[in-house]
Every structure is written in C-alpha cells, then in structure tokens.
Nanobody, 126 residues
Framework: QIHVVESGGGAVQPGDSLRLSCETS????????VGWFRQVPGKEREGISC????????YYSDSVKGRFTISKDNTEMTWYLQMNNLIPEDTAIYYC???????????????????WGKGTLVTVSS
C-alpha cells in the first residue's frame, strides 16, 4: 500500500518562507509525476506545482510562479516545495500527490492524481 505524508506546514508572517516535504512509501517504482496542490475551504483545489518524470517537465501556476520551487531528492520518493515571499493569499491546506501515467507536469497538475497525502495547513497572516 502506498502512503503519502506531507510535513512542514505552519503559521508564518507575510514575506516569510516555508519548506514543505512529502515522503512516500510502499511504491515499487518511482512515480510518473509528483506535485503540490492547495485548497482553501469553499474553493476548488488548485494544482500549484508539479514535476513530470517520464515527460521531463515542471509546472507552476501563475499564483506561485517565481516564489515557489518544487524539487525532489535522488530517490524520487521524497519531494519538496520551497515557498518564499509568502502572502496571505497562500493560506490553504497543502496536499502532495503522485501519479503514474504519461503526461506533462501541467497535465498532471490539472488532473486527479492517484495517491494523496492528508494535507498540511499553511497560514500566512500578520
């Protein structure tokens, strides 16, 4: 059974940075794509950053481009989201997710991934 677990959320002030981590276990092979999504209560979930492995690509939504950076470790089973210059609009529950299949990072960030973590809360306020 595949497990996906996020960590690193918390409460910060505008302009601060946070690094989210996502660890997976139970997978036999690396995933085709991994990513980060976020959701504000009452709003739709948003795919904010994804990495495609088979189709080597990276995607960032306009809302985070230039401020957030997605990365992975050498095992390809752990990935990160470095979030800089946080703003109140970044307040949300952040989920990491993984999927198998063929597609670009943008495709996966706009689709329903197969494996999801339970989420970690990020709060940005002064």
């Amino acid at each position: 059974q595949i497990h996906v677990v996020e960590s690193g959320g918390g409460a910060v002030q505008p302009g601060d940075s946070l690094r989210l981590s996502c660890e997976t276990s139970g997978a036999v092979l690396p995933f085709s794509a991994v990513g980060w999504f976020r959701q504000v209560p009452g709003k739709e979930r948003e795919g904010i950053s994804c990495l495609g492995y088979i189709v080597n690509s990276t995607y960032y939504s306009d809302s985070v481009k230039g401020r957030f950076t997605i990365s992975k470790d050498n095992t390809e089973m752990t990935w990160y989201l470095q979030m800089n210059n946080l703003i109140p609009e970044d307040t949300a529950i952040y989920y990491c997710a993984a999927a198998n299949g063929v597609g670009t990072a943008s495709y996966f960030c706009h689709s329903d991934m197969q494996f999801w973590g339970k989420g970690t809360l990020v709060t940005v306020s002064s």
